[in-house]
């Protein structure tokens, strides 16, 4: 059966993408960001995961804000990136795993989740910029991947409670899988940002380290907050939280915390990155 190899909370600013670009990762501004994924990246080359499932919010490039869906899953066999107007490199397309996708889709509509099959699907900076922090070099991509979009752009949202129970969801769904793939989930976003508007740049430190704390233990208790509270604690892009606990709802139980780290400000953003693996 295939196995979850851990979960890993990061951030997908596009900024981070740009500098890798430029090769200012060992510049002031970002090498001690940079610095914290030097323990992730050697977890992946011990553990060799062959799968990431990169959950994630699409921000305009594949989905825009006439038709946008709450959860929706990649089932192609590839899947290509391009410019939303960062300025982020086209990369090497990302290999996908259409069949362990189609079982994925199969388990999750079984178990009462309604989504959005994508046979073609563009990948946005909420996809990439994870992708190559994890796995810098992008000539040779070295897991296949499942993009699973969830909705935090286009107002109504899924709750926080809805999100995790997806994830737990999720995690079932891989392990019936009868393959033997290794899978690594990764939930991408956050923490604390707002890009417009009144509060523009608003970030909350202290409820972005409760989150990371409490994310291990009691992720239960977040998911309690409305997506309301969690723009007004987080910000207005502060839910993309909820990546981060489909990520966690997919380990299931008890895990344990390898690594963790918060930097701020990483462009408007309170960062964060965090490896979970199950408690034996
Ligand atoms: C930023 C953060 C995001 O999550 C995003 O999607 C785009 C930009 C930022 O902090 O600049
Ligand atoms: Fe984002």
């Not at 190899?5 to 990061?10: E, F, K, P, S």
């Not at 178990?111 to 699907?121: V, W």
């Amino acid at each position: 059966m295939a196995t979850i190899v851990g979960g890993i909370g990061t951030s997908h600013i596009p900024a981070i993408g740009i500098a890798m670009a430029k090769q200012q990762c060992d510049e002031p501004y970002w090498r001690d960001f940079f610095e914290a994924y030097r323990p992730v990246r050697a977890w992946l080359d011990e553990v060799r995961p062959t799968v990431a499932v990169v959950v994630y919010n699409d921000h305009g490039l594949n989905f825009f804000l006439d038709k946008m869906p709450t959860f929706a899953v990649g089932a192609a066999s590839q899947y290509r990136n391009a410019d939303e107007g960062w300025g982020l490199p086209t990369l090497r397309p990302f290999r996908g795993h259409p069949e362990l996708s189609w079982h994925v889709i199969e388990a999750l509509a079984a178990a009462n989740f309604d989504l959005t099959t994508c046979q073609e699907m563009l990948v946005d900076h909420g996809f990439v910029v994870p992708m190559q922090l994890l796995w810098p070099d992008t000539t040779s991509w070295p897991v296949r991947t499942i993009p699973i979009h969830v909705n935090t752009v286009q107002h109504p949202l899924p709750t926080p409670k809805r999100c995790l129970d997806f994830g737990e969801a999720l995690g079932h769904a891989i392990e019936s899988w009868p393959g033997d793939e290794r899978v690594v989930v990764l939930g991408t976003g956050g923490l604390s940002h707002q890009l417009d508007g009144r509060r523009a740049g608003f970030i909350n430190k202290p409820f972005d380290l409760f989150c990371m704390e409490k994310i291990v233990d009691e992720p239960e208790l977040l998911a309690r907050y409305t997506i309301r509270e969690l723009v007004r604690l987080a910000g207005t892009q502060g839910p993309e939280l909820v990546q981060w606990l489909v990520m966690r709802g997919a380990l299931g139980g008890a895990v344990r915390k390898l690594e963790s780290n918060y930097h701020v400000p990483i462009s408007n953003t309170g960062s964060g990155l965090l490896l979970l693996e199950r408690a034996a």
